[in-house]
């Protein structure tokens, strides 16, 4: 990524910092609605996790989460509230265009409204064999209210399906703008 990307994401992180926004820390409901499947066994990994709210929460039910992100204001933000709560985020400055994705390494994977397809591979490659990958970003809906967007950042009609297709699928749902998709690597 360059350095004005990732400056620009400090930047709206600095925010939090300053005192200017308050931060929710907010867990999504795709993992809140599908909770019986999040056992805590084993290793979690929250990719561009932000503020981390979904890390959080999957280090409270038990997993060792790692949350990787480039934004370095928004990982110190979400360490002080793992501190806060009492829960342990291994937290990783990375930039995700060039790290190296560790094999076989995770039992639940997440992204949130963050999509780059040249990572799927690696994703699959960091899960292990029945692990479940967690993963909701916007779809082409999107684009008719927000004709402007970057259809670079949408996900076509099933292409998580598609593209992950060694899991069994769980959940696949694209009603409205956004995409929930849960899969379960075989
Ligand atoms: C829209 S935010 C989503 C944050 C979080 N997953 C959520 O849903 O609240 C996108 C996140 O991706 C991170 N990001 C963008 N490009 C990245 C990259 N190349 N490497 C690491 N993190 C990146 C940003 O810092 C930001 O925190």
Not at 34 to 42: C, I, P
Not at 84 to 109: E, K, M, S
Not at 134 to 139: A, D, G, H, K, R
Request: with cysteine; hydrophobic share 40%; net charge negative.
């Amino acid at each position: 990524m360059s350095v004005a990307d990732r400056e620009r994401w400090d930047e709206r992180y600095a925010r939090y910092l300053s005192g200017e926004k308050e931060p929710a820390f907010k867990t999504d409901e795709l993992l809140l609605n599908h909770g019986a499947l999040f056992q805590g066994d084993g290793d979690a990994l929250d990719v561009a996790t932000g503020l981390g709210g979904n890390a959080l929460w999957l280090s409270e039910q038990g997993y060792r989460t790692t949350a990787v992100d480039c934004s370095a204001n928004g990982l110190s933000l979400l360490s002080a509230e793992a501190a806060r709560r009492n829960v342990a985020v291994d937290t990783q400055i990375v930039d995700l265009d060039d790290w190296q994705w560790p094999g076989q390494a995770f039992d639940v994977l997440c992204v949130f409204r963050f999509l780059n397809r040249n990572l799927f591979d690696a994703m699959n490659d960091s899960l292990r064999p029945g692990g479940l990958l967690v993963y909701q970003t916007f779809n082409t809906n999107f684009l008719i209210d927000k004709p402007g967007f970057n259809a670079e950042y949408v996900l076509a009609d099933n292409e998580l399906n598609e593209s992950f297709a060694n899991f069994e699928v769980v959940v696949n749902d694209q009603t409205g703008s956004t995409t929930r998709y849960i899969g379960r690597k075989t």
